[in-house]
């Protein structure tokens, strides 16, 4: 098994990851040695609902799609996965097949793990039962939280906690002085209403008020982050 060959940047994402970080120098190690590097192009597709599970993916660079098909049979964005988010061991864990459809938005780099890997991985690292269930408790925290912020927040104040954490995820510093934050993560609007559950008006509309008070920057498929201060005071409202 050789170790993967990643760029500075993409090992960056992998070990500076809140989850990899924390695990034992010797698991991280075996992790990487039994891991593949898998470089894909906007739109390729990962995993379909109802299929079987065969992988264990870590992202280095980009994102991965998330999603599922609403009864009208329209695809419906659930998140995204950020670097050094890993996922898809729910289903190696249970042997169901995948609960949803996965594919590649925009250029991304990714570990995978195969399913005969995986399982080695747990039968020498007993540390990763344990690793892997605070990640999945952390998951459940979030999901309950989205739920929440879904019936108690008016979208303005989702729109706004949506854009701060896509800006600490995918911020890059812009500007002449640095001050700006630009959104590296190419949404169309319909994207960010899809994973507001909100339709794409609203948002825009949501979106023109935040211009107008010089929050943000609406730039084609981009967002600009120009005050920090006026989202986190939206997102409080």
């Known amino acids: 098994m050789n170790t993967p060959v990643l760029t500075l940047e993409e090992q960056h994402n992998i070990d500076s990851g809140s989850w ?11 992790i990487l040695a039994r891991s593949q590097v898998r470089r894909l192009a906007d739109g390729e597709p990962l995993a379909t609902r109802g299929t079987p599970a065969e992988e264990w993916c870590g992202v280095a660079r980009g994102a991965v799609r998330i999603s599922s098909v609403s009864l009208s049979g329209k695809q419906v964005t659930l998140t995204y996965a950020e670097p050094g988010t890993w996922f898809g061991d729910i289903a190696l864990f249970d042997g169901l097949p995948r609960t949803h459809d996965a594919d590649v938005h925009g250029p991304t780099t990714l570990l995978t793990v195969r ?66 934050v630009r959104i590296g993560l190419a949404l169309a609007q319909e994207d960010l209403a899809q994973l507001l559950g909100a339709s794409r008006q609203r948002v825009n509309q949501e979106l023109k008020g935040f211009e107008r008070e010089g929050a ?22």
């Open 20 to 30: 990899f970080s924390k695990l034992s120098a010797p698991l991280r190690a075996d």
């Open 115 to 180: 399913k005969a890997d995986f399982r080695a991985l747990l039968q020498r690292h007993v540390e990763l039962y344990d690793a892997l269930l605070r990640l999945n408790c952390r998951r459940l925290r979030l999901m309950f939280d989205s739920f929440e912020d879904l019936n108690t927040r008016p979208l303005q104040a989702r729109l706004a906690k949506q854009i701060l954490l896509l800006a600490r995820s995918y911020g890059v510093p812009h500007g002449p002085d640095g001050a700006e």
């Open 216 to 237: 943000v920057r609406v730039e084609p498929t981009r967002l600009v982050v120009l005050s920090r201060e006026k989202l986190l005071a939206a997102a409080d409202r």
